[in-house]
T-cell receptor, first 116, second 114 residues
Framework: NAGVMQNPRHLVRRRGQEARLRCSPM?????VYWYRQLPEEGLKFMVY????????ESGMPKERFSAEFPKEGPSILRIQQVVRGDSAAYFC??????????????FGPGTRLTVL | GNSVTQMEGPVTLSEEAFLTINCTYT??????LFWYVQYPGEGLQLLLK?????DKGSNKGFEATYRKETTSFHLEKGSVQVSDSAVYFC?????????????FGSGTRLQVQP
């Protein structure tokens, strides 16, 4: 049973370009979460999605960042007009349908974004 | 708001030494508590969790007890191995509000020397 898949693992962008990060949850999971980890820091929650719905985006920057989880296909975290401060590791996690906040979130290997 | 405070690292130990990594939390409600481990270049793996006061989570020789009176969830292991070298994160989720977002501590790097 494959775990949470993220691609690409490493992404290099120049300032002003767009970054698209993909996340395929574990099989059977319908909840997806995105977190950002700045160097030498803990993870910070960004957004929580279910299929076709954003449930909690309280951690998302107001501008340039967006996320989706379509009915078919992976979840996408999109960063427009990237700046150097966006350089970080972005982790996706998933959990099964239903459940509660006590559920374990299963993390992917992360995408390391470098903005030149 | 919610927050998690961990002891700063790195923590350097010799193989077979006793490990304690302190974690305290502040929460508006009654949280669930987690320890995650991150090996170099990898994502986070759940190590153990506890969902109510006095629960003890355990896995791979690691243990942590949910102490509501001291708002703590310290991680312990009786005898560490070189393979335990990693970064350890304490985290909580807010069960009262039902929000799924995990709040993480800043992480504690453990280095175990042979």
């Amino acid at each position: 049973n494959a775990g949470v898949m993220q691609n690409p693992r490493h992404l290099v962008r120049r300032r002003g370009q767009e970054a698209r990060l993909r996340c395929s949850p574990m099989k059977g999971h319908s909840h997806v979460y995105w977190y950002r980890q700045l160097p030498e820091e803990g993870l910070k929650f960004m957004v929580y999605l279910q299929k076709e719905n954003i449930i909690d985006e309280s951690g998302m920057p107001k501008e340039r960042f967006s996320a989706e989880f379509p009915k078919e296909g992976p979840s996408i975290l999109r960063i427009q007009q990237v700046v150097r401060g966006d350089s970080a590791a972005y982790f996706c996690a998933s959990s099964p349908p239903g459940g509660s906040s006590t559920d374990t979130q299963y993390f992917g290997p992360g995408t390391r974004l470098t903005v030149l | 708001g919610n927050s998690v405070t961990q002891m700063e690292g790195p923590v350097t130990l010799s193989e077979e030494a006793f490990l304690t990594i302190n974690c305290t939390y502040t929460a508006t409600g009654y949280p669930s508590l987690f320890w995650y481990v991150q090996y170099p270049g990898e994502g986070l793996q759940l190590l153990l969790k506890a969902t109510k006061a006095d629960d003890k989570g355990s896995n791979k020789g690691f243990e942590a007890t949910y102490r509501k009176e001291t708002t703590s969830f310290h991680l312990e292991k009786g005898s560490v191995q070189v393979s335990d070298s990693a970064v350890y994160f304490c985290a909580l989720s807010d069960r009262d509000t039902g929000r799924r977002a995990l709040t993480f501590g800043s992480g504690t790097r453990l280095q175990v020397q042979p």
